[in-house]
């Protein structure tokens, strides 16, 4: 059942207790955002167990969004903070919905994450009429990123649904978080990055429904090779959801 908004309960006060990081997995996923408000029979997150083309073409079809949760690069001579834009460009669109990660957001990269990954699929997901991310979008859909930030830092269901699913996961959370998460989509005939530290939108050239995954990873690729010192990268992806038909439902 999808979680109502209600200005009326409070959570926790502090941004990092309000906002704690997220498991990458798609349990976790899927039961937050299918609470939010995507129907559980529209969409569904799977992992990636590879990166070569025997593992692409294991994904269903057709992929929405793709997330990558990663270490940010360290900060010295060799890893830049803006390394990973090398292969892209900076502009901020008004057709790809954006929300930038402030503060006081603590470590909210993994909701950020996936409301790119359904705001930016709004055509081929129905949410739930007044479900949290259903009076999120239509709430926000004015405002500049910056103004969702803030709306998204008072939105007391969302900061619940959040914490409810940062408690699912079996991964023990610690006081150091090195990881992010960003998301890529498809908006307009163009591939964008979705990370809510950078200021918009990163483009990185044509990309369809149809070549998502392939160009996304191509992009993942990079930055793998610009942390060639870590192993810790997970990457999933949002699919519409088969029926019983074999037709997207």
């Known amino acids: ?16 207790e309000r ?14 955002m299918w609470s939010l408000g995507v129907p559980e029979d529209e969409a569904e997150f ?31 001579a060799s890893y830049t903070s803006d390394l990973r834009l ?18 006081s957001l603590g470590n909210a990269c993994g909701t950020i994450a996936l409301i790119h990954a359904v705001g930016n699929s709004s055509s081929g997901i129905n949410l739930v009429e007044n479900s949290c991310l259903d009076l999120f979008f239509k709430s926000t859909a004015s405002m500049d990123p910056h103004e969702r930030a803030l709306f ?5 269901a969302m900061a619940r649904a959040h914490l409810l699913a940062a408690s699912d996961g079996v991964t023990e959370l610690c006081d150091v978080v090195e990881e992010h998460y960003i998301c890529f989509v498809a908006v307009n005939g163009t591939l964008n990055e ?13 990309s369809s429904s149809k070549s ?14 610009n942390i060639p010192d870590s192993i810790n990268f997970n ?8 029926n019983s038909a074999g037709t997207t439902s």
């Not at 059942?1 to 990092?16: E, G, H, K, N, V």
């Not at 906002?19 to 937050?32: D, G, I, K, R």
């Not at 990636?48 to 294991?58: E, K, N, Q, V, W």
């Open 1 to 16: 059942m999808a979680l109502q908004s209600s200005p009326s309960a409070s959570a926790p006060a502090s941004a990092d």
């Open 19 to 32: 906002w704690p990081p997220l498991e990458s997995s798609p349990e976790v996923f899927n039961q937050f």
């Open 46 to 76: 799977h992992d990636m167990y590879g990166l070569d083309a025997y593992a692409l073409d294991m994904v269903p079809q057709p992929v929405l969004a793709v997330i990558l949760c990663f270490p940010d690069p360290p900060q010295d």
């Open 86 to 103: 090398s292969c892209g460009e900076k502009e901020t669109r008004d057709q790809v919905y954006f929300i930038k990660q402030i503060e």
């Open 152 to 156: 998204l830092e008072k939105d007391d």
């Open 194 to 206: 979705l990370d809510g530290m950078k200021d918009g939108p990163i483009k990185h050239g044509s």
């Open 212 to 225: 998502l995954l392939q160009d996304a990873v191509s992009i993942v690729k990079g930055i793998m090779h």
């Open 235 to 242: 990457l999933m992806v949002l699919s519409r959801k088969q």
